[in-house]
């Protein structure tokens, strides 16, 4: 492009860069030229146009070690691609996308590199619920999948005769087609093929062409011990099938654990509250506590304070993957008696009489504090 003295401006200057700049950032440098002045962007702007050669021209020199050496010993003058017109062949129906497909990758749609021959089958998901018990020590649970299959009346191909899909008319099997817009080609994926390359002129009735039909199959899930709420179980290969050939993908099992009604977990650490009576904890004694394991008899020493805690060594958790165990937490309440009988009544009156500060160590603590702050 030429400036106000007829000549063409530095290609430096052109990318707004220094001639130290590195190949990156050069590259950055265009890209951000080019996005501004892009035909797309400016149509029918004959000077956002012109800018555009301008930058593209610059780009072409200096990205190519040789020809910038040369550029900057000798100028425009030493450019063998002056006006693009030359021995490189013309800028004049270029085809962008071979040239700067990588920058122009957004503003083209980057689909470049022919058709697809075949393509990887779509990942499934499957939510599975299962009790608090089979998530700590695991199972193998069946479930319905519904998975399409090859269609059995094309034999996968999706053709009515079987001759299967045959390469697209319109892009000639390509996948895509190309066309002149202004002064450089465009390539877009081909709309009647998808992109594939290929239609199939005689679609089955059954799958509409697909090669596949919906189907519904039982298959066994091995859930380990240890997995926990949210874990994700991976089948592989156990998808839907690939297109012509592709592979399957696979299927991905998100484990849903019920609520417990005596359990909490962290972790690997279960969590449980057992009510025990006044006399227990007062006297002490052996009590019955649920566990994963079933029931294990545990300790309770005489004077136990109601939301004291107490541990059972390995009956969590397991770890996955692992021989490992959690513990259990056991946090005892005391419960007030409601109802009392009149004898119950009497000897707890007595009771009250008989037990001095001595047999309530905190009561006595606390009042003592009390009196010590208020007087």
């Given amino acids: 492009m030429a400036g106000a003295a007829g000549q063409k401006r530095d290609y430096y200057e052109v990318l707004g860069v220094q001639k130290s700049v590195s190949a ?5 440098a265009f890209r951000k030229v080019a996005l501004q002045y892009h035909p797309d962007r400016n149509p029918g702007n004959h000077e956002a146009e012109e ?28 450019n063998p691609f002056e006006g693009f017109g030359g ?25 470049r590199g022919g058709r ?82 290929a239609v199939v002129p005689d679609p089955c009735p059954r799958c509409k062409g697909s090669g596949k039909v919906p189907s519904e199959e039982v298959i066994e899930v091995a859930i380990p011990g240890g997995v926990d709420n949210g874990t994700r179980v991976r089948l592989s290969g156990m998808g839907e099938p690939g297109d012509r050939g592709g592979p399957a993908g696979d299927l991905y ?13 962290e972790e690997y650490e279960v969590f449980c509250e057992v009510p025990i009576s006044f006399t227990q904890a007062a006297l002490g004694a052996k009590i019955d506590v649920p566990t994963l394991d079933g029931k294990v008899k545990m300790t309770i020493p005489s004077g136990t304070q109601s939301g004291k805690v107490f541990r059972l ?30 004898k119950q009544r009497e000897l707890l009156e007595k009771f009250a009489e008989a037990a001095g500060e001595e047999s309530h160590p905190q009561s006595k603590s606390f009042f003592a504090k009390v009196k010590e702050l208020f007087g």
């Fill in 313 to 342: 060594k390995s009956k969590g958790i397991p770890h996955l993957h692992s021989q490992q165990r959690g513990d259990q937490h056991v946090r005892v309440v005391v419960e007030t008696p409601t109802e009392l009988t009149a």
């Fill in 116 to 197: 697809r021959t075949s393509s990887r089958g779509a990942d499934l998901r499957y939510n599975l619920e299962i009790t608090f018990e089979e998530a700590a020590f695991g199972c193998r649970p069946k479930v319905t999948i519904p998975r399409p299959k090859k269609c059995e009346t094309c034999t996968g191909t999706g053709s009515k005769s079987g001759a299967g899909p045959r390469p697209c008319s319109t892009c000639g099997g390509a996948g895509e087609v190309r066309y002149t817009q202004g002064f450089f080609a465009v390539s877009r994926p081909c709309g009647d093929c998808g992109g594939t390359g």
């Fill in 253 to 265: 099992v998100t484990v849903i654990v019920k609520e417990h009604p005596l359990f909490q977990r």
């Fill in 51 to 78: 800018k555009f050669k301008e930058a593209s021209e610059a780009y072409e020199v200096l990205s190519d070690p040789e020809r910038r050496a040369k550029y900057d010993r000798f100028g425009h003058s030493g």
């Fill in 24 to 28: 990156q950032e050069l590259k950055s």
């Fill in 87 to 111: 021995a490189g062949g013309g800028f004049q129906g270029v085809n962008i996308n071979d040239i700067f497909g990588e920058i122009f990758g957004d503003i083209f749609g980057g689909a």
